[in-house]
């Protein structure tokens, strides 16, 4: 799997769009973009997913550039519930015996 | 339909005692992934499992740490003569039988061993 590059930290003011980045210049043709965040001392939640395409669900937006060494995860209106270490992961789907294997993320701190 | 049950929630060792995590799958999953995550660090991979099968087990600890999937039941991560350095929140993760094209995982709310 390629490797990420995600900032440390970030803060955000409560209802504020928060953008999160996400260098992974290595990435290959087969490999998508995934997004997982986890609240303290919960499990791991999925986000988002994307190949090439920007992606849109109910809790974010993904915007992957042209030469997919980027992608940036938006949340929109950002809450204090938002408040987590997110990861940045690309990985094969699916791809017989693999798993997930999470860097140290972005802890993101919204504040009101 | 119920999400990635994982027992006990909490459970306290003493050194050199046996510990048992179990983790059943959503329902129609048969891959199961085992995560550690010791005090204010990230995720670690430890194993990859389908049904009676250990597929990845290449983050595994070589000494005390087991896991199965048998055809039926839970999942079972097992640590002997555990040690305080075991002292962590385990996490399991499962997977379709026929997954989609989006490959995510469903994580369960994690054991939380404590070595005295």
């Known amino acids: 799997d390629a490797k990420t590059t995600q900032p440390p930290s970030m803060d955000c003011a409560e209802g504020r769009a928060a953008n999160l980045p996400c260098n992974h210049s290595?990435?290959?043709?087969?490999?998508?973009v995934y997004w997982y965040r986890q609240i303290h001392s919960q499990g791991p939640q999925y986000i988002i997913h994307?190949?090439?395409n920007n992606e849109t669900n109910e809790m974010a937006s993904l915007i992957i550039t042209e030469d997919r060494k980027s992608s940036t995860l938006i949340l929109p209106h950002a809450t204090l519930r938002d408040t987590a270490v997110y990861y940045c992961?690309?990985?094969?789907?699916?791809?017989?015996?693999?798993?997930?294997?999470f860097g140290k993320g972005t802890t993101l701190s919204v504040s009101s | 339909n119920a999400g990635v049950m994982q027992n006990p929630r909490h459970l306290v060792r003493r050194r050199g005692q046996e510990a048992r995590l179990r983790c059943s799958p959503m329902?129609?999953?048969?891959?199961v992934y085992w995560y550690r995550q010791l005090p204010e660090e990230g995720l670690k991979f430890m194993v990859y499992l389908q049904k009676e099968n250990i597929i990845d087990e290449s983050g595994m600890p070589k000494e005390r740490f087991s896991a199965e999937f048998p055809k039926e039941g839970p999942s079972i991560l097992r640590i002997q003569q555990v040690v305080r350095g075991d002292s962590a929140a385990y996490f399991c993760a499962s997977s379709p039988v026929n997954p989609t094209n989006t490959g995510e995982l469903f994580f369960g709310e994690g054991s939380r061993l404590t070595v005295l």
């Open positions: 994307g190949l090439k």
């Open positions: 992961i690309v990985r094969v789907p699916n791809q017989a015996g693999t798993a997930l294997i």
């Open positions: 329902k129609g999953h048969s891959h």
């Open positions: 290595t990435i290959s043709g087969n490999e998508y």
